[in-house]
């Protein structure tokens, strides 16, 4: 998974609770995205970054929050979750980000909120 | 708003068929079309991708066509494997947000 970690991998919360996801990338890659997937929806992009503090929002970005702090992680936080939030969550890298460079994606967290 | 058509949902074939999944697309300035493979419990990986210089592009039994006047591009797989059952998607680049869409998915499965 191109040097992509993901924490946790498994998540179950309560409506209402905050609930941070971890994004970890050993490539030193200047782009990260947080994506959420759904059935029937494919990939939707929630928000990314371009740089360490620089961070844009997404096709799908209420409810969410992010932070970039150090290049290689990248943190999603869903401030009071919903039961719409529940979904498979997915990181991702590209070298110098734009649309028409690849990106990489990571293992994925699951997240089910009751 | 931009938007990326996948077809079909599922596709079952046998072992050593060919297998066809297309994409429309709606940005004419798109430029960039990956195809991505995510088998159950993964993340999507990247099996190969084009760009819009050219219209046809092979990695062995994989190849991908661009039709950029038609707004289409498909994925052939031929000699189908077992393996080769996962879930496929596409994308395409969108100029005015910079990023890209990703088509709802295809599940393929090749019986043996």
């Known amino acids: 998974d191109a040097g992509i970690t993901q924490s946790p991998r498994h998540k179950v919360t309560e409506t209402g609770t905050p609930v941070t996801l971890r994004c970890h990338q050993t490539?030193?890659?200047?782009?990260m995205y947080w994506y959420r997937q759904d059935p029937g929806h494919g990939l939707r992009l929630i928000h990314y970054s371009y740089g360490v503090k620089d961070t844009d929002k997404g096709e799908v970005s209420d409810g969410y929050s992010v932070s970039r702090s150090k290049t290689e992680d990248f943190l999603l936080t869903l401030e009071s979750a919903t039961s719409s939030q529940t979904s498979v969550y997915f990181c991702?890298?590209?070298?110098?980000?734009?649309?028409?460079?690849?990106?990489?994606f990571g293992p994925g967290t699951r997240l089910l909120v009751l | 708003g931009e938007n990326v058509e996948q077809h079909p949902s599922t596709l079952s074939v046998q072992e050593g068929d060919s297998a066809v999944i297309k994409c429309t697309y709606s940005d004419s300035a798109s430029n960039y079309f990956p195809w991505y493979k995510q088998e159950l419990g993964k993340g999507p990986q990247l099996i190969i991708d084009i760009r819009s210089n050219v219209g046809e592009k092979k990695d062995q039994r994989i190849a991908v066509t661009l039709n950029k006047t038609a707004k289409h591009f498909s994925l052939h797989i031929t000699e189908t494997q077992p393996e080769d059952s996962a879930v496929y998607f596409c994308?395409?680049?969108?100029?005015?947000?910079?990023?890209?869409?990703f088509g709802a998915g295809t599940r393929l499965t090749v019986k043996p």
């Open positions: 991702a890298i590209s070298e110098s980000g734009g649309r028409t460079e690849t990106q990489y």
């Open positions: 994308a395409a680049s969108i100029l005015i947000s910079n990023d890209m869409r």
């Open positions: 490539e030193n890659h200047r782009y």
